[in-house]
Protein backbone atom coordinates (compact mmCIF):
# COMPACT_ATOMS: atom_id res chain seq x y z
CA UNK A 1 0.00 0.00 0.00
CA UNK A 2 1.35 3.23 -1.15
CA UNK A 3 0.73 5.21 2.19
CA UNK A 4 1.42 8.70 0.78
CA UNK A 5 -1.17 8.06 -2.11
CA UNK A 6 -3.51 7.08 0.46
CA UNK A 7 -2.92 9.98 2.83
CA UNK A 8 -3.26 11.94 -0.72
CA UNK A 9 -6.60 10.12 -1.70
CA UNK A 10 -7.79 11.04 2.02
CA UNK A 11 -7.57 14.80 2.02
CA UNK A 12 -8.56 15.25 -1.44
CA UNK A 13 -12.31 12.89 -0.24
CA UNK A 14 -12.24 15.06 2.95
CA UNK A 15 -12.14 17.83 0.99
CA UNK A 16 -15.06 16.60 -1.27
CA UNK A 17 -17.20 15.52 1.99
CA UNK A 18 -16.95 19.03 3.76
CA UNK A 19 -17.43 20.90 0.44
CA UNK A 20 -21.06 18.81 -0.30
CA UNK A 21 -21.50 19.40 3.69
CA UNK A 22 -21.29 23.30 4.12
CA UNK A 23 -24.84 24.01 3.23
CA UNK A 24 -26.23 21.65 5.11
CA UNK A 25 -24.19 22.91 7.98
CA UNK A 26 -25.16 26.49 7.87
CA UNK A 27 -28.81 25.01 7.43
CA UNK A 28 -28.67 23.04 10.48
CA UNK A 29 -27.06 25.85 12.73
CA UNK A 30 -29.76 28.63 11.76
CA UNK A 31 -32.52 26.79 10.45
CA UNK A 32 -31.94 24.03 13.26
CA UNK A 33 -33.22 21.72 10.17
CA UNK A 34 -32.37 18.11 8.63
CA UNK A 35 -32.20 18.42 5.15
CA UNK A 36 -32.91 14.55 3.91
CA UNK A 37 -33.02 16.21 0.26
CA UNK A 38 -29.80 17.16 0.24
CA UNK A 39 -28.15 14.37 -1.35
CA UNK A 40 -30.50 14.62 -4.45
CA UNK A 41 -29.80 18.34 -4.93
CA UNK A 42 -26.03 17.19 -4.89
CA UNK A 43 -27.13 14.60 -7.41
CA UNK A 44 -29.16 17.67 -9.56
CA UNK A 45 -26.53 19.51 -9.35
CA UNK A 46 -24.23 16.95 -11.05
CA UNK A 47 -26.44 15.83 -13.88
CA UNK A 48 -27.54 19.79 -14.46
CA UNK A 49 -24.02 19.79 -14.98
CA UNK A 50 -23.55 17.09 -17.56
CA UNK A 51 -26.63 18.33 -19.13
CA UNK A 52 -25.17 21.57 -19.99
CA UNK A 53 -22.33 20.02 -21.46
CA UNK A 54 -23.47 17.49 -23.43
CA UNK A 55 -27.10 19.15 -24.75
CA UNK A 56 -25.83 22.60 -25.27
CA UNK A 57 -22.52 21.93 -25.79
CA UNK A 58 -20.95 24.53 -23.49
CA UNK A 59 -17.31 24.37 -21.89
CA UNK A 60 -17.13 22.46 -18.55
CA UNK A 61 -15.93 25.91 -17.10
CA UNK A 62 -19.41 27.27 -18.62
CA UNK A 63 -21.61 24.43 -16.80
CA UNK A 64 -20.22 25.15 -13.47
CA UNK A 65 -22.63 28.59 -12.75
CA UNK A 66 -25.24 26.75 -15.29
CA UNK A 67 -25.50 23.92 -12.21
CA UNK A 68 -24.89 27.05 -8.97
CA UNK A 69 -27.76 28.88 -10.77
CA UNK A 70 -30.23 25.78 -10.82
CA UNK A 71 -29.38 24.12 -7.25
CA UNK A 72 -30.04 28.08 -5.81
CA UNK A 73 -33.16 27.99 -7.29
CA UNK A 74 -34.00 24.54 -6.38
CA UNK A 75 -33.35 25.04 -2.70
CA UNK A 76 -35.32 28.67 -2.57
CA UNK A 77 -38.29 26.67 -4.21
CA UNK A 78 -37.66 24.01 -1.97
CA UNK A 79 -37.93 27.07 0.95
CA UNK A 80 -41.04 28.68 -0.15
CA UNK A 81 -42.86 25.29 -0.36
CA UNK A 82 -41.89 25.19 3.26
CA UNK A 83 -41.98 28.27 4.73
CA UNK A 84 -44.87 27.75 6.99
CA UNK A 85 -43.35 24.83 8.84
CA UNK A 86 -39.87 26.10 8.67
CA UNK A 87 -41.77 29.30 10.54
CA UNK A 88 -43.09 27.48 13.16
CA UNK A 89 -39.87 25.07 13.52
CA UNK A 90 -42.29 21.91 12.95
CA UNK A 91 -39.05 19.60 12.67
CA UNK A 92 -40.87 16.48 12.13
CA UNK A 93 -43.15 17.39 9.39
CA UNK A 94 -39.90 19.06 7.80
CA UNK A 95 -38.19 16.13 7.76
CA UNK A 96 -40.80 14.56 6.11
CA UNK A 97 -41.63 17.05 3.68
CA UNK A 98 -37.77 17.37 2.96
CA UNK A 99 -37.30 13.41 2.65
CA UNK A 100 -40.11 13.48 0.19
CA UNK A 101 -38.61 16.23 -2.16
CA UNK A 102 -35.62 14.08 -2.23
CA UNK A 103 -37.68 11.73 -3.76
CA UNK A 104 -39.51 13.57 -6.07
CA UNK A 105 -35.66 14.79 -7.32
CA UNK A 106 -34.55 11.62 -7.74
CA UNK A 107 -37.66 10.23 -9.64
CA UNK A 108 -37.43 13.19 -12.05
CA UNK A 109 -34.15 13.31 -12.57
CA UNK A 110 -34.49 9.93 -13.58
CA UNK A 111 -36.98 10.52 -15.92
CA UNK A 112 -35.15 13.60 -17.47
CA UNK A 113 -32.16 11.95 -17.72
CA UNK A 114 -32.46 8.04 -17.32
CA UNK A 115 -30.74 5.44 -15.08
CA UNK A 116 -27.23 5.05 -17.05
CA UNK A 117 -24.67 5.75 -15.28
CA UNK A 118 -23.02 9.55 -17.09
CA UNK A 119 -19.41 11.20 -16.87
CA UNK A 120 -19.00 15.11 -16.69
CA UNK A 121 -16.35 15.67 -19.06
CA UNK A 122 -13.79 17.84 -17.12
CA UNK A 123 -10.84 19.03 -18.71
CA UNK A 124 -9.20 18.96 -15.11
CA UNK A 125 -9.46 15.63 -15.48
CA UNK A 126 -6.91 15.02 -17.85
CA UNK A 127 -4.26 16.87 -16.39
CA UNK A 128 -1.75 14.47 -14.27
CA UNK A 129 0.09 15.94 -11.31
CA UNK A 130 2.89 13.61 -9.74
CA UNK A 131 4.58 14.33 -6.57
CA UNK A 132 6.72 12.38 -5.66
CA UNK A 133 4.74 8.85 -5.15
CA UNK A 134 1.64 10.74 -5.07
CA UNK A 135 -0.37 11.00 -8.21
CA UNK A 136 -3.10 13.46 -8.26
CA UNK A 137 -5.05 15.06 -11.15
CA UNK A 138 -6.11 19.16 -11.45
CA UNK A 139 -9.50 18.06 -10.78
CA UNK A 140 -8.38 16.84 -7.33
CA UNK A 141 -6.45 20.04 -6.90
CA UNK A 142 -9.61 21.93 -7.65
CA UNK A 143 -11.69 20.33 -4.89
CA UNK A 144 -9.00 20.99 -2.18
CA UNK A 145 -8.38 24.53 -3.31
CA UNK A 146 -12.61 25.44 -3.69
CA UNK A 147 -13.34 23.76 -0.65
CA UNK A 148 -10.64 25.99 0.89
CA UNK A 149 -12.15 29.50 -0.25
CA UNK A 150 -15.41 28.67 0.53
CA UNK A 151 -14.68 27.38 4.19
CA UNK A 152 -12.84 30.77 4.61
CA UNK A 153 -15.47 33.05 2.49
CA UNK A 154 -18.24 31.53 4.77
CA UNK A 155 -16.32 32.21 8.11
CA UNK A 156 -15.55 35.60 7.02
CA UNK A 157 -19.25 36.24 5.98
CA UNK A 158 -20.74 34.85 9.31
CA UNK A 159 -18.39 36.57 11.60
CA UNK A 160 -18.23 40.12 9.71
CA UNK A 161 -21.43 40.43 7.52
CA UNK A 162 -24.63 41.61 8.18
CA UNK A 163 -25.71 38.47 6.39
CA UNK A 164 -23.68 36.48 8.81
CA UNK A 165 -25.12 38.55 12.07
CA UNK A 166 -28.55 38.11 10.34
CA UNK A 167 -28.20 34.24 10.34
CA UNK A 168 -27.17 34.17 13.83
CA UNK A 169 -30.11 35.98 15.51
CA UNK A 170 -32.09 33.77 13.64
CA UNK A 171 -30.58 30.41 14.89
CA UNK A 172 -30.69 31.91 18.25
CA UNK A 173 -34.13 33.31 18.54
CA UNK A 174 -36.15 33.70 14.84
CA UNK A 175 -39.44 35.02 16.50
CA UNK A 176 -36.92 37.99 18.71
CA UNK A 177 -35.20 38.16 15.30
CA UNK A 178 -38.71 39.11 13.17
CA UNK A 179 -39.66 41.74 16.40
CA UNK A 180 -36.16 43.42 15.55
CA UNK A 181 -36.94 44.12 12.27
CA UNK A 182 -35.40 41.43 10.33
CA UNK A 183 -37.39 39.91 7.60
CA UNK A 184 -36.98 35.42 9.11
CA UNK A 185 -38.65 34.38 6.22
CA UNK A 186 -36.06 36.10 3.98
CA UNK A 187 -33.25 35.14 5.81
CA UNK A 188 -34.59 31.07 5.66
CA UNK A 189 -34.97 31.31 1.91
CA UNK A 190 -31.25 32.87 1.58
CA UNK A 191 -30.15 30.34 3.64
CA UNK A 192 -31.50 27.24 1.49
CA UNK A 193 -30.65 29.06 -1.69
CA UNK A 194 -27.12 29.05 -0.54
CA UNK A 195 -27.35 25.39 0.20
CA UNK A 196 -28.73 24.67 -3.19
CA UNK A 197 -26.12 26.59 -4.52
CA UNK A 198 -22.90 25.14 -2.59
CA UNK A 199 -24.35 21.78 -3.12
CA UNK A 200 -24.35 22.00 -6.69
CA UNK A 201 -21.00 23.71 -6.71
CA UNK A 202 -19.81 20.33 -5.31
CA UNK A 203 -21.02 18.55 -7.34
CA UNK A 204 -19.71 20.18 -10.12
CA UNK A 205 -16.29 19.20 -8.99
CA UNK A 206 -16.73 16.04 -7.46
CA UNK A 207 -18.76 14.64 -9.55
CA UNK A 208 -16.58 14.45 -12.36
CA UNK A 209 -14.15 12.25 -10.81
CA UNK A 210 -16.72 8.96 -10.62
CA UNK A 211 -19.78 8.31 -13.13
CA UNK A 212 -23.04 9.55 -11.70
CA UNK A 213 -26.45 7.99 -11.37
CA UNK A 214 -29.78 9.28 -10.45
CA UNK A 215 -29.49 7.51 -7.37
CA UNK A 216 -26.23 7.78 -5.85
CA UNK A 217 -27.99 10.68 -3.74
CA UNK A 218 -28.73 8.32 -0.81
CA UNK A 219 -24.82 7.81 -0.35
CA UNK A 220 -23.88 11.12 -0.52
CA UNK A 221 -26.57 12.17 2.35
CA UNK A 222 -25.67 9.77 4.88
CA UNK A 223 -21.88 10.81 4.41
CA UNK A 224 -23.01 14.38 4.51
CA UNK A 225 -25.17 13.77 8.07
CA UNK A 226 -21.68 11.97 9.27
CA UNK A 227 -19.79 15.12 8.66
CA UNK A 228 -22.67 17.88 9.64
CA UNK A 229 -22.94 15.63 13.21
CA UNK A 230 -19.67 15.03 14.22
CA UNK A 231 -18.67 18.61 13.71
CA UNK A 232 -21.19 19.99 15.20
CA UNK A 233 -24.46 21.88 14.90
CA UNK A 234 -23.69 24.68 12.27
CA UNK A 235 -19.97 24.49 12.70
CA UNK A 236 -18.54 26.11 9.87
CA UNK A 237 -14.59 24.99 11.31
CA UNK A 238 -15.83 21.69 13.14
CA UNK A 239 -17.44 20.38 9.99
CA UNK A 240 -13.85 21.14 7.87
CA UNK A 241 -12.01 19.11 10.66
CA UNK A 242 -14.87 16.74 10.03
CA UNK A 243 -14.87 16.10 6.69
CA UNK A 244 -11.22 16.07 6.18
CA UNK A 245 -10.91 13.35 9.31
CA UNK A 246 -13.81 11.35 7.90
CA UNK A 247 -11.94 11.29 4.27
CA UNK A 248 -8.79 10.12 5.52
CA UNK A 249 -10.29 7.40 7.69
CA UNK A 250 -12.69 6.17 4.87
CA UNK A 251 -9.45 5.96 2.44
CA UNK A 252 -7.52 4.13 4.77
CA UNK A 253 -9.77 1.93 6.13
CA UNK A 254 -10.99 0.83 2.40
CA UNK A 255 -7.38 0.71 1.49
CA UNK A 256 -6.49 -1.95 4.78
CA UNK A 257 -10.42 -3.67 4.98
CA UNK A 258 -12.91 -3.13 2.04
CA UNK A 259 -14.26 -0.03 0.42
CA UNK A 260 -18.07 -1.53 1.13
CA UNK A 261 -17.91 -1.27 4.86
CA UNK A 262 -16.77 2.31 5.13
CA UNK A 263 -19.95 3.64 5.59
CA UNK A 264 -20.65 1.03 8.31
CA UNK A 265 -17.42 2.04 10.06
CA UNK A 266 -18.00 5.70 9.64
CA UNK A 267 -20.64 5.40 12.01
CA UNK A 268 -19.21 2.90 14.35
CA UNK A 269 -16.51 6.05 15.16
CA UNK A 270 -19.47 8.05 15.16
CA UNK A 271 -21.47 6.57 17.68
CA UNK A 272 -19.06 6.40 20.94
CA UNK A 273 -17.43 10.46 19.80
CA UNK A 274 -21.17 11.67 20.14
CA UNK A 275 -21.98 9.38 23.37
CA UNK A 276 -18.88 11.20 24.81
CA UNK A 277 -18.79 14.51 23.24
CA UNK A 278 -22.59 15.01 21.99
CA UNK A 279 -22.14 18.53 20.36
CA UNK A 280 -19.71 16.94 18.29
CA UNK A 281 -16.17 18.12 17.72
CA UNK A 282 -16.79 21.94 17.71
CA UNK A 283 -19.49 21.63 20.55
CA UNK A 284 -20.01 24.57 22.38
CA UNK A 285 -20.49 27.46 19.43
CA UNK A 286 -23.21 28.11 16.89
CA UNK A 287 -23.10 28.81 12.79
CA UNK A 288 -20.67 31.43 13.28
CA UNK A 289 -17.84 29.34 13.70
Known sequence: MNVWQQLANGVIMGHAYALIAIGW????????????????????????????????????????????IAGAVLGAVMQRAMLRLTLQQNLVSLMIVTLGFGQIIEGTAGLAFGVKPRMIASPLNETNLHWGPVLLTAQDVAVVVVTIAMFILLRFVMNRGLAGSWVRMVAEDPRLTQLAGVNVAQVYLGIFAFEGAAVALAATLVAPRTPIITSMGFDEVIMTFVVVVLGGVGSVAGSYVAGLALGVFSAFFGALVAPAYTTAAAFLVMIPIMVLRPGGLASGGGPSR
Open 25 to 68: TLLLGAARLVNFGHGQMYMLGAFMAWWATKATGMPYYAAIPVAV
